[in-house]
């Protein structure tokens, strides 16, 4: 066994165990104040992100921080990694995240999610789906919370072809605040679909805001290009390092 297997297989196993240990010593914070959840949330985060460093070898460099808004804003950006999560959490100071409905049916994690008032979106129910995003999304703002969206809703792996849903966009259009668009290249280290965890070190890169008001389709264009062109970059410093 190569000793890249043998780290990730460590590495995976200490992951989940971690997980389940926050979940069930920590089931107490489902009833404290959200903000005591969220804190705890991050905690978690944090010390998966040093079991990475310690196992794996892979470390996270944040660039552009003066970029993140410090409340109330919309932060959209690239999503390769299951890595990508949970590792950007600790850097938002009450992110309320935009996932999948089907993630909120999960024992006990799923309760969680629902407790943290993360924006769960039913696929399945078409225009209403997006009018309870909005909505989630307005409330989100209003207690000045950074709503985080991966505009492709899945993981794509690095150089993939993009596909960018209505989303983000719709967001964009509804919230009247700035979006401040990221990058990041954390699908070489910690690929889909894989358990190989790579060591190095996995960029994350916070862009100059896109102002509000434009039209959509200006913005659509913008923001796309925008992410597509940083996350190239990112990968290619990736490979090249």
């Known amino acids: ?17 971690n997980l389940i240990v926050f979940l069930v010593l920590g089931f107490w914070f489902m009833f404290t104040p959200r903000s005591w959840s969220m804190a705890a949330l991050k905690t978690w985060a944090r010390t998966s992100l040093w079991w990475m460093k310690l196992i794996t070898g892979t470390t ?41 409905r089907e993630l909120t049916f999960i024992p006990v994690f799923g309760w969680f999610c629902l407790k943290f008032k993360m924006i769960s979106v039913d696929r399945s129910a078409g225009p209403s789906a997006l009018k309870k995003m909005i909505a989630d999304a307005k409330a989100a703002i209003a207690a000045g919370r950074q709503v985080l969206i991966f505009p492709e809703g ?10 960018y849903k209505p989303g983000a966009t719709a967001l964009y259009t509804q919230l009247g ?16 679909r894989q358990f190989i965890r790579r060591p190095g070190t996995i960029i994350v890169e916070f ?29 290619t410093e990736g490979r090249s390092g």
Not at 1 to 17: D, G, K
Not at 154 to 163: G, K, V
Request: aromatic share 8%; glycine share 6%.
């Open 60 to 100: 996270m460099e944040v660039r552009g921080r003066e970029h993140i808004p410090h409340k109330g804003g919309l932060l959209a950006g690239k999503h390769q990694s299951a890595w990508d999560i949970f590792a950007l959490l600790p850097l938002l100071a009450d992110p309320a995240l935009v996932l999948k």
């Open 1 to 17: 066994m190569s000793v890249l297997v043998f780290r990730s297989l460590l590495f995976n196993l200490v992951f989940y165990i």
């Open 207 to 235: 862009l100059p805001p896109i102002e509000a008001g434009l039209a959509r389709k200006v913005f659509s264009a913008r923001l796309q290009k925008t992410i597509e062109d940083a996350t190239d970059r990112l990968v």
């Open 154 to 163: 899945t993981r794509m792996a690095p150089n993939a072809e993009p596909d």
């Open 177 to 192: 605040v700035p979006c401040t668009p990221f990058a990041l290249n954390s699908g070489l280290y910690w690929p889909r």
